[in-house]
């Protein structure tokens, strides 16, 4: 077993002409050149999930069968990058209910954000989202990355590590990687030791 931890990286934008391709292209950019994790991309365009309308909470009760193969994936993941745009001061309904979906597969992990957005670079999608986070028993990552795609804002996704939005946007990037993995790293162990004592 890799010692490495796993992370999953969870677009949650489904929508038509979606913009937060670009978004997603360049974090992949970024992640193929790291060594201290392995990546997996996720697309919930991928994750054909109906509304949650189980009779009981996944905490209490069991995954819907629909959702079995989306807590395997969640499962076997160490940790989450969620790339979110912004919806109306919020994060999509369609991230929330594959949040909703599971309960276990979240806890204990950490979940940093990377936001995108208009003028707000996602950033009021991203404070709701850590809310739910916390409720999944999970560790919201405080560094982040957000990202305004309304042209010439900055940061933005075109600027150039030499320029100063580019400079602003990579030590963002990697003060979210540096919490992530910290907190990937310690949290595996204790994972695996709950699991151990649970028998
Ligand atoms: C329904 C809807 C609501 C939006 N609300 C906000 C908002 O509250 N704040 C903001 O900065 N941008 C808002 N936007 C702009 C989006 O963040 C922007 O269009 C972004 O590209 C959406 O991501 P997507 O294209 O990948 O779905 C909204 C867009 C949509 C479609």
Redesign the pocket.
């Known amino acids: 077993m890799s010692t490495k931890p796993h992370i999953l990286v969870v677009f949650g934008?489904t929508?038509q002409g979606?913009?937060?391709d670009v978004v997603v292209d360049w974090l992949k950019d970024r992640l193929a050149t790291r060594t201290d994790a392995t990546f997996e991309f996720v697309d919930l365009r991928e994750i054909p999930l109906s509304f949650f309308d189980s009779p009981a909470s996944p905490a209490r009760g069991p995954v819907a069968p629909e959702a079995e193969q989306w807590a395997e994936q969640v499962d076997l993941a160490d940790g989450f990058i969620f790339v979110t745009?912004?919806?109306?001061?919020s994060y999509p309904a369609v991230l929330k209910n594959a949040l909703d979906h599971l309960y276990m597969q979240w806890v204990h992990k950490p979940g940093a954000i990377v936001s995108?957005?208009?003028?707000?670079a996602?950033y009021?999608a991203a404070e709701q989202l850590r809310l739910v986070l916390v409720e999944l028993k999970m560790v919201p990552i405080r560094e982040q990355v957000g990202l305004s795609?309304v042209p010439g804002i900055v940061p933005n996704v075109t600027t150039r590590s030499d320029e100063p939005g580019g400079a602003f946007l990579d030590r963002s990037f990697n003060g979210m990687m540096t919490e992530l993995l910290w907190w990937a790293n310690a949290l595996t162990p204790a994972r695996e030791r709950d699991r151990e004592q649970q028998g």
């Not at 745009?85 to 001061?89: D, G, L, T």
């Not at 995108?116 to 707000?120: A, D, I, K, T, V």
């Open positions: 934008s929508r979606r913009r937060g745009p912004e919806y109306n001061h995108y957005g208009g003028l707000s996602g009021r795609l």
